[in-house]
């Protein structure tokens, strides 16, 4: 088992990286993004304009991608159903699972909690699924 860096699909990668702000968008926006606020007891007020959170979300999901990317190819996965099922096992087990035990600690509230781990296993899913068949 090795991983050979430029054995990835850079391209899909970064498709897969992208996924993340167009449903980010929908998801913090028309969908939750009034409950997430509220949630975090913020209004959109108190969130000021800044490209700092955009520049460390596009990082860690794109550290995250080649991590998926990676395990799809070294599994060999190739059907969407199997790429989607690896992106919920990464999501679930590894993103979704850490979130929300640290948000525990934090007292985070449960509706806070299932909205940002939510959104991580779709992102882990719909990743999955453009890793497996490109």
């Known amino acids: 088992m090795t991983f050979d860096i430029f054995a990835l699909n850079w391209w899909a990668i970064l498709v897969?990286?992208?996924s993340s702000?167009?449903?980010?968008?929908?998801?913090?926006?028309?969908l939750f993004g009034k409950r997430w606020l509220r949630?975090?007891?913020?209004?959109?007020?108190?969130?000021?304009?800044?490209?700092?959170?955009f520049v460390v979300a596009f990082v860690t999901s794109f550290i995250?991608?080649?991590a998926l990317a990676w395990l799809i190819?070294?599994?060999g996965i190739s059907t969407w159903e199997r790429g989607a099922l690896m992106g919920m096992i990464v999501?679930?087990?590894?993103?979704?699972?850490?979130?929300?035990?640290?948000?525990?600690f934090c007292r985070f509230s449960w509706t806070l909690l299932s909205i940002q781990?939510?959104?991580?296993?779709?992102?882990?899913?719909?990743a999955g699924v453009i890793f497996a068949i490109w």
């Not at 949630?39 to 959170?53: C, I, Q, R």
């Not at 679930?92 to 035990?101: P, T, Y």
């Not at 781990?117 to 719909?126: F, G, K």
Request: net charge negative.
């Open 73 to 75: 190819s070294l599994l």
């Open 16 to 18: 897969a990286t992208l």
């Open 39 to 53: 949630a975090l007891g913020k209004s959109e007020y108190d969130l000021a304009p800044s490209a700092v959170p």
């Open 91 to 104: 999501g679930v087990a590894f993103i979704a699972c850490s979130s929300i035990s640290d948000g525990a």
């Open 64 to 66: 995250t991608c080649v």
């Open 21 to 30: 702000f167009l449903l980010g968008g929908l998801w913090y926006g028309p």
């Open 117 to 126: 781990a939510v959104y991580r296993i779709l992102h882990c899913v719909i």
